[in-house]
């Protein structure tokens, strides 16, 4: 707790030294907010209610002032964070899709599960079919099918597309939530959402209570590199906007040169999005998400680049970055178009990243019965147990089968893998320096 401290108060120093011409309204604004204190100290000894009326403004009010980049002050938190997550896939990817939804639950969070239309319907019905059988699931309703499949194709727009369709889906239907993940069927966490008594490594959502609400986690570099000859210039087409039977992308002669009405931006296609972005990219009040997304639909690999490029030339977004995408991956050096496939092997590699997610797997691989043994305690066919689950694990019954206060976190004593990561990638060195250059 004391290191969550410490890069409070750097975050604090960045924020209120980052941009010198704000500082003319600081000293106003502080004489301000002392005067509202005291008026408000006044109206606590005067009002009937008296100290309740006082802890309910308080409590509203340290939360955020504005919509910039605010640490949270750890003595007042805010109730904890919800996490709206894709997980989406393709065909044979229905049993993968449906045991890393299990590996993620929480009463708390929402998901959305897409196979795309290569995957057959009766594969997609399956799917369907687990979700509504599933009385935990039906007890929260927050777990939905994308029953309208869409065509993805590798390395086209469409991945983009799928990904805004679901974000969409979670702005309409799914409530409040705080940050947004998008995953695939061959993802797999490596920590829990939330603890669970004594055996469980530090949470997610237990981690995440500490961070103010607009970071966006996304790794991203305008070094683009090799990518400017081989993505940038090229200009393809990707038949899945317009074709009903997945095809490759194709690629047209002519060539084009680099924009300069915004500066492109690459990086890793899997990232954790606040809500505040996904909002702007979904209604794009200043047109830059919807010419940024038209640029993109005939770019080669778009799901590497169009986020990264809309965070980045959006002033209102670019210094709530945070250069990471929380991911696990083994690439060769340099990297291939895909990584490698995780094994046993790399069990150690994975528990030291201190990533709380890694890629790709194997369906079925045996790793993920370790990860599910060793870092979730997560048993064959269940959710992850969290501080929620108040039932027996005796012979192996599911101790999710009774259910208490969904709100409370129970984060164990185990490793502070996901501390020390969230600490580091927040440090002086890390943090302001590595956004968006």
Same mark, same amino acid.
């Given at each position: 707790?004391?290191?969550?401290?410490?890069?409070?108060?750097?975050?604090?120093?960045?924020?209120?030294?980052?941009?010198?011409?704000?500082?003319?309204?600081?000293?106003?604004?502080?004489?301000?907010?002392?005067?509202?204190?005291?008026?408000?100290?006044?109206?606590?000894?005067?009002?009937?209610?008296?100290?309740?009326?006082?802890?309910?403004?308080?409590?509203?009010?340290?939360?955020?002032?504005?919509?910039?980049?605010?640490?949270?002050?750890?003595?007042?938190?805010?109730?904890?964070?919800?996490?709206?997550?894709?997980?989406?896939?393709?065909?044979?990817?229905?049993?993968?899709?449906?045991?890393?939804?299990?590996?993620?639950?929480?009463?708390?969070?929402?998901?959305?599960?897409?196979?795309?239309?290569?995957?057959?319907?009766?594969?997609?019905?399956?799917?369907?079919?687990?979700?509504?059988?599933?009385?935990?699931?039906?007890?929260?309703?927050?777990?939905?099918?994308?029953?309208?499949?869409?065509?993805?194709?590798?390395?086209?727009?469409?991945?983009?597309?799928?990904?805004?369709?679901?974000?969409?889906?979670?702005?309409?239907?799914?409530?409040?939530?705080?940050?947004?993940?998008?995953?695939?069927?061959?993802?797999?966490?490596?920590?829990?959402?939330?603890?669970?008594?004594?055996?469980?490594?530090?949470?997610?959502?237990?981690?995440?209570?500490?961070?103010?609400?607009?970071?966006?986690?996304?790794?991203?570099?305008?070094?683009?590199?090799?990518?400017?000859?081989?993505?940038?210039?090229?200009?393809?087409?990707?038949?899945?906007?317009?074709?009903?039977?997945?095809?490759?992308?194709?690629?047209?002669?002519?060539?084009?040169?680099?924009?300069?009405?915004?500066?492109?931006?690459?990086?890793?296609?899997?990232?954790?999005?606040?809500?505040?972005?996904?909002?702007?990219?979904?209604?794009?009040?200043?047109?830059?998400?919807?010419?940024?997304?038209?640029?993109?639909?005939?770019?080669?690999?778009?799901?590497?680049?169009?986020?990264?490029?809309?965070?980045?030339?959006?002033?209102?977004?670019?210094?709530?970055?945070?250069?990471?995408?929380?991911?696990?991956?083994?690439?060769?050096?340099?990297?291939?178009?895909?990584?490698?496939?995780?094994?046993?092997?790399?069990?150690?590699?994975?528990?030291?990243?201190?990533?709380?997610?890694?890629?790709?797997?194997?369906?079925? $691989? #045996?790793?993920?019965?370790?990860? !599910?043994?060793?870092? =979730?305690?997560? %048993? &064959? *066919?269940?959710?992850?147990?969290?501080?929620?689950?108040?039932?027996?694990?005796?012979?192996?019954? $599911? #101790?999710?089968?009774?259910?208490? !206060?969904?709100?409370? =976190?129970?984060? %164990? &004593? *185990?490793?502070?893998?996901?501390?020390?990561?969230?600490?580091?990638?927040?440090?002086?060195?890390?943090?302001?320096?590595?956004?968006?250059?």
């Amino acid at each position: 707790m004391k290191r969550l401290k410490n890069y409070y108060m750097h975050l604090r120093h960045h924020h209120h030294h980052h941009h010198n011409s704000e500082r003319k309204w600081v000293y106003p604004l502080a004489i301000g907010s002392m005067l509202s204190i005291f008026l408000l100290f006044l109206a606590t000894l005067t009002s009937p209610a008296g100290s309740p009326f006082y802890r309910s403004v308080t409590t509203t009010y340290s939360v955020f002032v504005e919509s910039k980049l605010h640490p949270l002050p750890i003595s007042t938190l805010p109730p904890p964070p919800r996490i709206a997550y894709l997980i989406s896939g393709s065909v044979g990817d229905g049993n993968a899709t449906k045991r890393t939804v299990l590996s993620l639950y929480h009463p708390q969070n929402y998901y959305i599960l897409h196979l795309d239309l290569e995957a057959s319907p009766q594969e997609r019905l399956d799917l369907r079919d687990f979700v509504r059988g599933s009385e935990l699931f039906q007890r929260f309703r927050n777990v939905k099918v994308i029953s309208k499949a869409n065509l993805v194709t590798y390395r086209g727009p469409t991945m983009v597309a799928n990904t805004l369709h679901a974000a969409a889906i979670l702005l309409r239907e799914c409530g409040d939530w705080d940050w947004f993940i998008n995953l695939s069927a061959s993802d797999y966490p490596l920590v829990t959402q939330d603890g669970w008594f004594l055996i469980s490594e530090r949470d997610l959502l237990h981690m995440f209570s500490y961070l103010p609400r607009d970071l966006n986690f996304i790794d991203h570099t305008s070094d683009i590199g090799w990518k400017d000859h081989q993505r940038a210039r090229p200009i393809i087409v990707d038949p899945g906007l317009y074709m009903s039977k997945k095809q490759d992308v194709f690629w047209i002669t002519q060539r084009r040169s680099r924009p300069t009405a915004f500066k492109l931006f690459t990086g890793s296609a899997w990232m954790v999005l606040s809500r505040s972005f996904i909002d702007y990219t979904i209604w794009g009040w200043d047109n830059l998400p919807r010419t940024v997304l038209m640029y993109y639909s005939n770019f080669i690999s778009s799901p590497e680049g169009y986020f990264h490029t809309v965070i980045c030339n959006a002033q209102e977004f670019r210094n709530t970055t945070v250069n990471s995408d929380l991911h696990f991956i083994s690439w060769d050096n340099p990297p291939k178009q895909h990584p490698h496939y995780l094994t046993v092997d790399d069990m150690q590699r994975m528990v030291d990243s201190n990533a709380p997610f890694a890629r790709k797997f194997h369906r079925e $691989d #045996p790793v993920l019965d370790r990860i !599910d043994a060793e870092l =979730l305690s997560r %048993g &064959p *066919g269940m959710a992850v147990p969290g501080g929620w689950c108040i039932g027996s694990r005796e012979n192996g019954t $599911d #101790p999710c089968s009774e259910i208490g !206060d969904t709100a409370v =976190l129970r984060p %164990g &004593p *185990g490793s502070k893998r996901l501390e020390i990561l969230i600490s580091s990638l927040l440090s002086n060195e890390s943090f302001r320096p590595r956004q968006c250059i």
